[in-house]
C-alpha cells in the first residue's frame, strides 16, 4: 500500500496528471461535519467501502476532530477510537488508507494495521518523535499550514501576507523533514484551507495555489464543507455545501492540486473527472 502511494507521488512532471481522491472518514462524536456518524466500527466499514465503490483513491481516518475550537484527546483514546476500525478496513478495503494524526503513537500503529499514508496537521510540529516514526516507517505524509492550534486558530487569525507566509512555513517544514532523514518523494503539502485563516485568506489561497509548485511537490487541497462555503452562501450548514464545495475543489484543481481531501465522494469523483479534462485534457482524444 505503502508503494502505492509513492508512485502516485512520482511523475508529476513527466506524464498527464490525474487529481486523486481522499475520502474522509471521521471516527470522531464531535467533527464538524460528520460526528459520530461512523464512530462505530462497523458503520465506518460500511461508509468506507461506499466511499470505495464511488471512487475514491484513498481514504483518510481521524480519530481526532480538528474543528474550529475542539479540544485534543490523548494518544491513547485516539488510538482506542481508529485502531478497531483500521482492523476491520484493512481485511475490505482494496484502496490504500491514511490516518489523520499529529501523534507518533498513532501514527505507528496505524501503519502496523496497514496505514499508507500519515495526514499530520502540524506538519511535524505536534510530537517530536513524529518524525524520527515517519522515517523509519518509511510512508508518505501530508505536511498542512496551520496557524495556532485547532482550539484557537480561528481567533482572528492574521497575516502580513498570507501566501508569503504560508510558503515560508512550507520551506522551514520541508528542510526540517529532510534534515530528519524523510526522503522529499514522501512529502506532500496542504495550504491548510481552513486552519487558522479567514475566509478571504482561504479564497487567496485557493486562487493562487498555483505558487506552492514552485516547491515541486504534490498539493493537497481540502475545502470539503468549510465554514468559509457557508459564510460565501449564506449560512448554509454543513451537509449543504455540497454545490459549494464542487466550485472549490474545481478552483483546487485548475490551480494545481494533486489530491483533493472531500466528504462526497461520488459527486466530487465526476467533478474531479470534468477539472481534470479542463486542467490536463485527460479523457479527451484530440480530433
Same mark, same amino acid.
Given at each position: 500500500?505503502?508503494?502505492?502511494?509513492?508512485?502516485?507521488?512520482?511523475?508529476?512532471? +513527466?506524464?498527464?496528471?490525474r487529481?486523486?481522491?481522499?475520502?474522509?472518514?471521521?471516527?470522531?462524536?464531535?467533527?464538524?461535519? %460528520?460526528?459520530?456518524?461512523?464512530?462505530?466500527?462497523?458503520?465506518?466499514?460500511?461508509?468506507?467501502?461506499?466511499?470505495?465503490?464511488?471512487g475514491? %483513491?484513498?481514504?483518510?481516518?481521524?480519530?481526532?476532530?480538528?474543528?474550529?475550537?475542539?479540544?485534543?484527546?490523548?494518544?491513547?483514546?485516539e488510538?482506542?477510537?481508529?485502531?478497531?476500525?483500521? +482492523?476491520?478496513?484493512?481485511?475490505?478495503?482494496k484502496?490504500?488508507?491514511?490516518? @489523520?494524526?499529529?501523534?507518533?503513537?498513532?501514527?505507528?500503529?496505524a501503519?502496523?494495521?496497514?496505514?499508507?499514508?500519515?495526514?499530520?496537521?502540524?506538519?511535524?510540529?505536534? @510530537?517530536?518523535?513524529?518524525?524520527?516514526?515517519?522515517? +523509519?516507517? =518509511?510512508?508518505?505524509?501530508? !505536511?498542512?499550514?496551520?496557524? =495556532?492550534?485547532?482550539?484557537?486558530?480561528?481567533?482572528?487569525?492574521?497575516?502580513?501576507?498570507?501566501?508569503?507566509?504560508?510558503?515560508?512555513?512550507? +520551506?522551514?517544514?520541508?528542510?526540517?523533514? !529532510?534534515?530528519?532523514?524523510?526522503?522529499?518523494?514522501?512529502?506532500?503539502?496542504?495550504?491548510?484551507?481552513?486552519?487558522?485563516?479567514?475566509?478571504?485568506?482561504?479564497?487567496?489561497?485557493?486562487?493562487?495555489?498555483?505558487?506552492?509548485?514552485?516547491?515541486?511537490l504534490? !498539493?493537497?487541497?481540502?475545502?470539503?464543507?468549510?465554514?468559509?462555503?457557508?459564510?460565501l452562501?449564506?449560512?448554509?450548514?454543513? %451537509?449543504?455545501?455540497?454545490?459549494?464545495?464542487?466550485?472549490?475543489?474545481?478552483?483546487?484543481?485548475?490551480?494545481?492540486?494533486?489530491?483533493?481531501?472531500?466528504? @462526497?465522494?461520488?459527486?466530487?469523483?465526476?467533478?474531479?473527472?470534468?477539472?481534470?479534462?479542463?486542467?490536463?485534457d485527460?479523457?479527451?482524444?484530440?480530433?
Amino acid at each position: 500500500m505503502a508503494e502505492q502511494i509513492r508512485l502516485g507521488l512520482q511523475g508529476f512532471a +513527466r506524464v498527464p496528471r490525474r487529481t486523486r481522491v481522499m475520502g474522509i472518514l471521521n471516527v470522531t462524536p464531535d467533527s464538524f461535519s %460528520d460526528g459520530g456518524k461512523a464512530f462505530d466500527p462497523f458503520k465506518a466499514l460500511d461508509q468506507a467501502l461506499q466511499m470505495q465503490a464511488e471512487g475514491a %483513491d484513498l481514504i483518510d481516518i481521524g480519530g481526532e476532530s480538528t474543528r474550529p475550537g475542539a479540544r485534543g484527546v490523548s494518544a491513547e483514546e485516539e488510538i482506542k477510537r481508529v485502531i478497531p476500525v483500521l +482492523r476491520l478496513l484493512s481485511k475490505k478495503i482494496k484502496i490504500p488508507l491514511s490516518i @489523520d494524526t499529529t501523534k507518533a503513537k498513532v501514527a505507528r500503529r496505524a501503519v502496523g494495521q496497514g496505514v499508507s499514508l500519515v495526514n499530520d496537521i502540524s506538519a511535524l510540529q505536534g @510530537d517530536p518523535r513524529m518524525a524520527e516514526t515517519l522515517k +523509519r516507517l =518509511g510512508v508518505p505524509v501530508v !505536511l498542512m499550514h496551520m496557524k =495556532g492550534r485547532p482550539r484557537t486558530m480561528q481567533r482572528a487569525p492574521r497575516y502580513g501576507e498570507v501566501i508569503t507566509e504560508i510558503m515560508t512555513f512550507f +520551506r522551514f517544514r520541508v528542510r526540517f523533514a !529532510l534534515e530528519k532523514g524523510i526522503p522529499l518523494k514522501n512529502l506532500i503539502l496542504d495550504p491548510g484551507f481552513g486552519f487558522g485563516k479567514t475566509p478571504w485568506h482561504n479564497i487567496e489561497l485557493t486562487r493562487r495555489l498555483w505558487e506552492f509548485k514552485i516547491l515541486g511537490l504534490p !498539493l493537497m487541497f481540502a475545502p470539503s464543507r468549510k465554514a468559509t462555503l457557508g459564510v460565501l452562501t449564506g449560512g448554509l450548514p454543513p %451537509d449543504e455545501r455540497l454545490e459549494s464545495t464542487a466550485a472549490a475543489v474545481t478552483a483546487g484543481i485548475l490551480a494545481g492540486a494533486d489530491f483533493v481531501r472531500v466528504h @462526497d465522494v461520488q459527486s466530487m469523483v465526476r467533478v474531479v473527472k470534468i477539472a481534470d479534462a479542463i486542467r490536463n485534457d485527460r479523457g479527451l482524444t484530440r480530433p
